[in-house]
């Protein structure tokens, strides 16, 4: 039987999602949990990768059973989240068909990337404390940008294993909650590392160091090294994973 598990977590702790030797993994962790609460004897796929220290207020995995959990399946949440350390929350585990995939079967992701104004302690392990002025304007005018284009070469980490450096945003935007400023990105797929050198080219932008349309010249150039700077990871959260599908329970 096959399974998908919805989980949260706290990356500040973590080396990223996926399995790294020498490294403390979400996976990792999560694997520990499901092999002594459940037997599971396999690796569990996620629905993507989260780099280090980057958190996830929703991310998505399936494993395979040999039995049905059934009724089981509310005990084993309640018995993982009371074994697993406590940056790491499952949320629910359901029952999908065979061929179900965590990965592949995403059609949309939505990230968001939280600045703080001000230095604020209840912020400061999930937020960049960027107290210089920014033109938010301007980076909403840089943002839209984005949606013009499709190879994101020059916001993707070098030497990565990926076929294709394609996505097709659909949305990317900047808005203010109080103290924070907050950028909004949703693709089909996102490039190791993008989200956060989108957002130091933003950034850029509203310091008024580029001016907007910068952007189109920075993609057609597919070179890294003419976008911003990578901003810290932990102001970046995985905040949605959508599947179009039926067996998807609300």
Known sequence: MRYFIEIMYDGGSYHGWQLQPGHRSVQEVLEQGLLYK?????HVTGCGRTDAG??????????????????????LVAELNRFLPPDITVRRIFAVPPSAHARFDATRRTYKYYICFRKNPFVRHHAWTFAAPLDMDMMN????????????????????????NICHVQQAYWEVDGDLLIFTITADRFLRNMVRAIVGTLV??????????????IIQSHSRGEAGMSVPAQGLFLEKVEYNHPWMPE
């Open 54 to 75: 980057v958190n996830a207020r929703q991310f998505f995995a399936h494993f395979d059973l040999p039995q049905a959990l059934d009724e089981k399946a509310d005990r």
């Open 204 to 217: 850029d932008i509203g310091r008024g160091k580029t001016k907007p349309d910068a952007i189109h010249r």
């Open 38 to 42: 459940a037997g599971l004897q396999q």
């Open 141 to 164: 005018e840089g943002a839209a940008c984005l949606l013009q284009h499709t190879d994101f070469t020059s916001f993707a980490k070098l030497h990565t294993d990926v076929k294709t």
